[in-house]
């Protein structure tokens, strides 16, 4: 029976190919023969340069691209192998990417009076890329459609039906998109101010994918409209796991993790006060460890990160790393990064960017 820990790597490598296995440096190759796990991620070098790397569980890096600007969130095609990085918000760039090296990149922009939030995810046979989109005019969030069929030129778009919406990913029948629609309303002219605070529309939207209709909108309930829904992921069950920054005054508490399925209320952990103020009310990313039966949550404010056990709500294990903010699955529990340059177990002089997603 086939090691589940080496699984992911050897599906990777037979996407990559062994040619390309071959064209690496040897300390790249070494590492990737002993890794389980592959992920890209973006850094920024000591230059103030700004790349996309592929590396490993451990923190290795395999090999590294250059991208246009600073990137935010990325996603990966499980169909094609693609990989994709979107620009922080306010930028209007994608860089579509092979981690192989394969293809060339292809790099798109937003159309006129549109920026990326940083996120999005493709369709489930492949064909299409989703993005969140600002429709800064009118101050709506927007769906982006992008053909991955024909060079991802633009397709079409849909509403998010809330405001700044930020992440969202795929429920598992493919049919409709989870958006986390942060409710701060941004504009590019004003760069990355948050212009409406004390009027807030926090939500979080099901949006079938086909006619872009409304199936489900759960708002932020009236106490808790300050707090900003913005990453989302969804565990073994196919219930939707969210994590939250808090927009209030600095005292409050609020719960910062909750989750909700199709048809259900939403529902909030409630954390011990000791991690709760670790938190400082600020969630960076959040990330379902589908085996195991885990979520975890980051704060880069709070330099901390906290495991819950899915099954009880409760909290299993905090760990502290400053400025940590990348969170992702891992063969066994998740990998961590940090702006201050530790990814997995290894320190490098790169500032690691805010995401990091298995490949």
């Known amino acids: 029976m086939r090691s589940p820990e080496l699984t992911d790597r050897r599906a990777f490598l037979k996407m990559a190919g062994a040619a390309w296995a071959a064209t690496l440096a040897s300390g790249a190759r070494f590492a990737l023969a002993k890794a389980d796990a592959v992920f890209a991620t973006a850094y920024q070098s000591r230059s103030g340069d700004f790349f996309v790397a592929t590396v490993t569980e451990a923190g290795e890096l395999i090999n590294s691209a250059p991208l246009p600007a600073r990137s935010h969130g990325m996603s990966v095609c499980s169909v094609t192998g693609q990989a994709v990085a979107f620009a922080r918000r306010p930028g209007t760039y994608a860089m579509i990417f092979s981690p192989d090296r394969s293809a060339a990149p292809i790099v798109l922009t937003t159309p006129p009076e549109r920026h990326f939030f940083g996120h999005g995810c493709f369709s489930r046979d492949g064909k299409l890329l989703y993005a969140t989109e600002n429709d800064f005019a009118a101050n709506r969030g927007m769906i982006g459609i992008y053909d991955a069929t024909d060079g991802f030129s633009r397709k079409g778009e849909f509403p998010t039906y809330g405001i700044g919406p930020h992440d969202m990913t795929l429920l598992n029948d493919g049919r409709m998109l989870v958006i986390a629609n942060g409710g701060i309303e941004t504009h590019p002219d004003f760069g990355r101010t948050k212009l409406n605070l004390s009027q807030m529309q926090p939500s979080l939207t099901l949006v079938d994918t086909d006619s872009g209709a409304l199936i489900e909108k759960h708002a932020m309930p009236d106490h808790l409209r300050q707090l900003s829904t913005r990453h989302?992921?969804?565990?073994?069950?196919?219930?939707?796991?969210?994590?939250?920054?808090?927009?209030?005054?600095?005292?409050?508490?609020?719960?910062?993790?909750?989750?909700?399925?199709?048809?259900?209320?939403?529902?909030?952990?409630?954390?011990?006060?000791?991690?709760?103020?670790?938190?400082?009310?600020?969630?960076?990313?959040?990330?379902?460890?589908r085996r195991e039966n885990l979520v975890a949550a980051s704060s880069p404010k709070g330099g901390v990160s906290v495991i819950i056990d899915i099954a009880t709500g409760t909290v299993r294990e905090t760990q502290q790393l400053a400025q940590v903010c990348g969170l992702s699955a891992a063969p066994r529990g998740f990998i961590t990064s940090s702006n201050e340059g530790t990814l997995g177990k290894t320190l490098s002089a790169v500032a690691w960017d805010q995401h990091i997603v298995q490949i």
Not at 241 to 270: K, V
Not at 271 to 287: F, K, Q, S, V, W
Request: with cysteine.
């Open 232 to 289: 989302v992921d969804m565990d073994a069950k196919g219930r939707i796991w969210f994590a939250c920054q808090y927009e209030g005054p600095r005292n409050d508490r609020p719960p910062l993790i909750g989750s909700f399925g199709h048809g259900d209320p939403l529902t909030f952990i409630t954390l011990p006060e000791t991690t709760a103020d670790a938190m400082a009310n600020y969630c960076g990313a959040i990330a379902v460890n």
